[in-house]
Structures are given as structure tokens and as C-alpha cells.
């Protein structure tokens, strides 16, 4: 994938979930009506979490490292589950500026970096290829397809679902 078109892809997906939120309405974006209790305030939050994950993977050029032998690593869910602890009393206000903010970020990084090193491993060494994925793969996880996901959640809240 280009950086033009993971552009355009994180740009058409970020679209789509700016105007379902749009939808939603400031007034009910603390309601905590979707799967696990979470608000659309705590999607964002988490969205911002993980596209400043991914940056912080990207920049520092860090392979996804796996726990010593006979140690299990935290799991998504489990990383998630820190997120929403640390990010669901902060105010709205800070939340949406925050999203606004990594969403930016992210889109600078990504301007800065060239098509090749889209296609490199995190890491740079190939022995990490089957932990660590091609930087563009990583970023789409944490953007794009995270958008999609998220997305189709509150849609369906939306829809009535």
C-alpha cells in the first residue's frame, strides 16, 4: 500500500466516524449505551489511545515484542480495559481536542514517512516479520480499520440495533 492510499483510507474511515459522532450529538456522547457500558466519549478516548500506540511503535522504529518464556504480556483486552479505567472521567471537552489532536499527529507522521518505509518491518529485521508487522499494516490496525470497527458499533446504536 502507497502512503497515498493508506491516506485516503484513513481519511474516508475517519470521515465516516466524525460524522456518526456528529450525529450522536455532544448531549449523548457520555451515555453509556454501547457493548460494555462504554460512551462514545470512551470509543474516542480509546481511538486516541491506540493511534498514539501505534505512533509511539512507528517512531520508535519497536518491533511488537513477545513476553519472556513462561510470562504472558497483556492482551488487547486487558490493554483496553487500562485505557477505558484511565480515560473515562475526563471531560468531554478534553476527549474530543485529544482525538482531534492524535488524529492530526497521525496524519503528519504518516505524511512524513515515504512509500518504502510503509512496507518496512517494525524493527527492520525480517526474523521479526511473523511478530511485528509492516509499519503501514500497523498504522491501518490503528486507524482505519480501527475507525471501521468502531464505526459499525455506533451505528448500530444509532440504527437501534
Do not use: C, F
Not at 84 to 104: C, I, M, N, T, W
Amino acid at each position: 500500500m502507497t502512503k497515498s492510499e493508506l491516506l485516503a483510507n484513513i481519511r474516508r474511515d475517519r470521515a465516516q466516524l466524525d460524522s456518526l459522532v456528529a450525529r450522536v450529538g455532544e448531549a449523548r456522547m457520555t451515555e453509556p449505551a454501547l457493548e460494555g457500558g462504554w460512551s462514545v466519549k470512551d470509543v474516542l478516548a480509546h481511538i486516541s489511545a491506540w493511534e498514539k500506540i501505534g505512533m509511539a511503535l512507528v517512531r520508535n522504529n519497536q518491533p511488537i515484542q513477545p513476553p519472556p518464556p513462561g510470562e504472558t504480556g497483556p492482551s488487547t483486552d486487558v490493554i483496553n480495559e487500562r485505557i477505558y479505567d484511565g480515560s473515562k472521567d475526563r471531560p468531554l471537552d478534553e476527549v474530543l481536542a485529544d482525538a482531534q489532536r492524535s488524529y492530526a499527529e497521525l496524519l503528519a507522521m504518516i505524511d512524513g514517512l515515504s512509500d518504502d518505509a510503509l512496507t518496512a518491518v517494525l524493527g527492520g529485521g525480517q526474523e521479526d516479520a511473523e511478530l511485528s508487522p509492516q509499519v503501514g499494516q500497523l498504522i491501518s490496525g490503528n486507524a482505519d480499520d480501527h475507525y471501521r470497527e468502531h464505526s459499525a458499533q455506533i451505528g448500530r446504536w444509532l440504527d437501534g440495533a
